[in-house]
């Protein structure tokens, strides 16, 4: 079953510090989301692809963060000069932009900004 | 935009139904979601209902639409102990490639 992974799992990092993140999305799919969940709530969208293009993006995607998916397939999501802010489980979705559209979450990367 | 509120936590006893309620802004989305989380895990779905059901059962699981009240409820039958974890309900709106609005979850918590 080779379903959304992400990677690292976790990651702990020093304010002011860039972190980078990957999702590798279930192989078929076109479609990669970007969500960020913080404690207590439930996952807030950032960020959307249809294959390598970026279609929209949320403004809570601040100038510190960008995206990619070169080619269609993995994506990355990179965060500079993190602030203690950013502490949170960021998830990464795909679907194949079928009728129902169905998004097939990862694990998540949980990000800790000391 | 759109508002997507659920309660927040739910306790049942093994063996009794546990029922999880969702109400919602934006009418204009054609499925609405149900994903379960376990602690430090990422979103599992669990079900999924057109919008122009009322009704969708799924082995232990009923999710029920009320369209006229915005509302969306998810019905676990014998819950288990295994059943313990954060439901939440998502809506994609009228977005043509499906940004999903999730509630703050509901922690259902199963006593033995």
């Known amino acids: 079953d080779t379903g959304v992974s992400q990677n690292p799992r976790h990651k702990i990092t020093k304010r002011g510090q860039n972190v980078t993140f990957r999702c590798d999305p279930i192989s078929e799919h076109n479609r990669l989301y970007w969500y960020r969940q913080t404690l207590g709530q439930g996952p807030e969208f950032l960020t959307y692809f249809q294959n390598e293009a970026q279609l929209e993006k949320s403004r809570l995607l601040s100038d510190r963060f960008s995206a990619e998916r070169p080619k269609g397939s993995f994506s990355t999501l990179e965060i500079q000069r993190t602030e203690q802010g950013d502490s949170a489980m960021y998830l990464c979705?795909?679907?194949?932009?079928?009728?129902?559209?169905?998004?097939?979450f990862g694990p998540g990367t949980r990000l800790t900004v000391l | 935009g759109e508002d997507v509120e659920q309660s927040l936590f739910l306790s049942v006893r093994e063996g009794d139904s546990s029922v999880i309620n969702c109400t919602y802004t934006?009418?204009?989305?054609?499925?609405l979601y149900w994903y379960k989380q376990e602690p430090g895990a990422g979103l599992q779905l669990l079900t999924y209902?057109?919008?122009?059901?009322d009704m969708k059962q799924d082995q232990r699981l009923t999710v029920l639409l009320n369209k006229k009240d915005k509302h969306l409820s998810l019905r676990i039958a014998d819950t288990q102990t295994g059943d313990s974890a954060i439901y939440f309900c998502a809506n994609p709106g009228g977005t043509s490639y499906g940004k999903l609005t999730f509630g703050q979850g509901t922690i259902l918590t199963v006593h033995p």
């Open positions: 209902i057109f919008s122009n059901m």
């Open positions: 979705a795909s679907s194949l932009g079928s009728r129902t559209d169905t998004q097939y």
């Open positions: 934006d009418s204009s989305s054609t499925y």
